[in-house]
């Protein structure tokens, strides 16, 4: 029984009597009971038919029994207490107004028609409002907002660049004259002291840019947000409809306008892509399509400030698809630490402060909840361990070591999720841990990188996301060790697993017809591509071929 809340239950202890006959004997078992009874009746009764060696043809008789003395002393414990409780009441030791409001609070609390009505969420309103807008002849208007506060962002930034890049020039100029002077006037205090102060000066300098940056991008969103309500407040007014309307449709495009104004903010590199439709399944088959991509990974993420009508239609379509069940996401291989500070990680930063993100927190807001989460996660797992038995913890004692030298530190196979509206091509972002195994030439399907491949896809089976890309060869950027023989084993190892993975993905979504993206570097050659290219309709029994070569 449950005891009751800021009372401390008396127990009691009552003899259980059992009798029952043996053959020519009479036999009565005796067993004293602690009430309230904590314990399941079941495994109860079993230890008595164990511990007293009880014949098994009274093995019913003795469960109900049991069962109904139970239930007997405890209805009757109840009725003794509530007795006293009466009494207490009667006689004014329990204040009875304060009695009916704790019921009263307590019935308000857990009854559904006393709830309170949900408050509307600013997130919620503002994603249906936007969602309603990005599908009417608003979205070109909304498109060119967004690219204006993009262009802005870009310019504050490359002034921020030339700022550092001439600090760290002026800097390196002094130093070189300290090291002439060194020995002579200058003594090695004298070269620490300057390279603190040069450090000191970066620092200051980096902080005023990313607090400017952060006042700006969030003035932005800001006044996007309040923008894009009234836009919508004014559309839904009868008479000013129509005119509005008009008014966007008219609006020329400013995307267009720029492309011939300035330099390209990125240098274009020829992409070569492949795409294969595939059908698998047991019985009922699905439909999916694969696509053999050789570019750079954050080439899915950057924006470009040329007005393409090749970056506009990408931009548009991750727009439309944004609030939907479409959702495109991306796996991108780093560390063991949660942050944005080193490799591809901070290249990754970089790319996403080029441009507002007008829907989602800031990346660095988003890692830091990831932080507490990981932690979170890590002292629930400890806890856990504690309680098994020593033969099942020693299992684990690499992992254990290597949470215990930093428990904010993920393990290779774990992943956690961003969320982004202002990448180029992708709204989710897949951070999986991968460890220096991954360079060699032995890894198994049961590798911690792939099996965190597996479950990636098992969340984008349960959260609608329908585009998935993921690096083929389980790195961003070749190395001497990474020959053609290696390539093509690794290549196909990643083939198969995630072909059976697919297979999985009927029970996991009901046969949902999805789109994977399979990336190579772009230092991959071409004569390489085209044997990964042959590889993959080996493996995947595909239906149709599609090639491409173009320009991203």
Known sequence: MKKNKGKVSSTAEKEFVFEFRAGKHNCVLKVPLQFPVQENISDLHGRLMLLHKIPCFVEIELKTSLSNFIEKETIQDFDREAELALQRLTTGEVDINQLTNAWAKSYAETTLEHARPEEPSWDEDFADVYHELIHSPASDTLLNLEHNYFVSISELISERDMEIKKLLERQAAEMDKVMQELGNTLSDQDVNAAAAQHFEAQQVLENKWASE???????????????????????????????????????????????????????????????????????????????????????????????????????????????????????????????????????FATVAKECTDFHFPRLEEQLEVVQQVVLYARAQRSSKQKDQPEVLRNGGDDKNKNVERNPSNILPGEFYITRHSNLSEVHVVFHCCVDDNVRSGNITARDPAIMGLRN?????????????????????????????????????????????????MASWDGGISRTVQFLVPQSISEEMFYQLSNMLPQIFRVSSTLTLTSKH
């Open 213 to 347: 940056l952060k006042q700006v991008t969030g003035i932005q969103k800001q006044e996007y947000q309040e923008w894009v309500i009234k836009l919508h407040q004014d559309l839904q007014k009868s008479n000013n409809s129509s005119k509005i309307n008009e008014e966007i449709k008219m609006q020329p495009s400013q995307l267009s306008e720029v492309a011939d104004s300035g330099a390209r903010l990125y240098e274009e590199q020829p992409q070569l892509e492949e795409s294969f439709t595939i059908h698998l399944g047991a019985q009922l088959k699905t439909m999916h399509n694969l696509r053999l991509v050789r570019a750079d990974v954050l080439d899915f993420c950057k924006h470009r400030r040329h007005g393409s009508s090749g970056a506009k239609l990408r931009r548009l379509q991750t727009a439309l698809s944004l609030y939907s069940s479409s959702l495109c996401g991306l796996v991108l291989l780093v560390d063991n630490r949660v942050n944005s500070y080193s490799g591809i990680k901070r290249d």
């Open 456 to 504: 990636i896809l098992k969340v984008c089976c349960t959260h609608d996301i329908t585009t998935i890309t993921v690096p083929l060869l389980l790195v961003h950027d070749m190395s001497e060790e990474m020959t053609i023989p290696w390539c093509l084993k690794r290549a196909e190892l990643v083939f198969k697993c995630v072909k059976g993975f697919m297979m999985e």
